[in-house]
């Protein structure tokens, strides 16, 4: 049975991947991204990382994903659609895609995967700690530069679409 759903979630991911970056309306492929964003959860959830799937469902499929959902219903016009892609672009595209699968499992067949005892505490409060901390294996000033950065980038990209509709 964890074979069949880890082939599930596969699919799915790999189904609404191909739909993300080949839809030719944004908003649906806001919502395919979704779609991804929380079969990846799902991924982790197997794994029993149940903090790092609520960390995926909360930070990414429900913070990031509704910021970009809210900016393009600001800033785009519901019934733009994309440019068709030409064959040519499709053909390089799929030319880089397999090119992509080969380096990849070149340099997974290629690895010597070695098994690693750990026999460091993995509990909540060293993991909250190591959260919580500006020093070593600390994650704070990581996490507010990041999230200074996407600020930035929706605002420039609100200020952005807003001048070219006044151009309009």
Do not use: C, W
Not at 9 to 16: D, E, L, S, T
Not at 27 to 55: I, Q
Not at 138 to 157: H, K, Q, T
């Amino acid at each position: 049975m964890e074979k069949f759903i880890f082939y599930f979630i596969a699919a799915i991911i790999i189904v609404f991947s191909v739909l993300t970056v080949t839809s030719r309306k944004i908003l649906r492929a806001a919502v395919y991204l979704l779609f991804v964003l929380m079969a990846t959860a799902g991924f982790y959830f197997m794994l029993n990382y149940n903090f790092l799937a609520a960390v995926q469902l909360t930070v990414y499929s429900g913070g990031i994903v509704v910021l970009i959902v809210f900016a393009i219903l600001l800033t785009a016009h519901m019934d733009h659609k994309l440019e068709p892609v030409g064959t040519m672009k499709s053909f390089f595209a799929a030319l880089l895609a397999l090119a992509g699968i080969g380096v990849t499992l070149y340099a997974l067949h290629g690895f010597p995967f070695k098994p690693v005892v750990s026999t460091a505490p993995y509990d909540v409060g060293t993991i909250g700690t190591m959260f919580l901390s500006y020093g070593d294996n600390g994650y704070v000033l990581p996490f507010e530069v990041i999230s200074v950065l996407l600020l930035a980038a929706m605002i420039g990209a609100i200020i952005v679409a807003k001048k070219s509709l006044k151009n309009d």
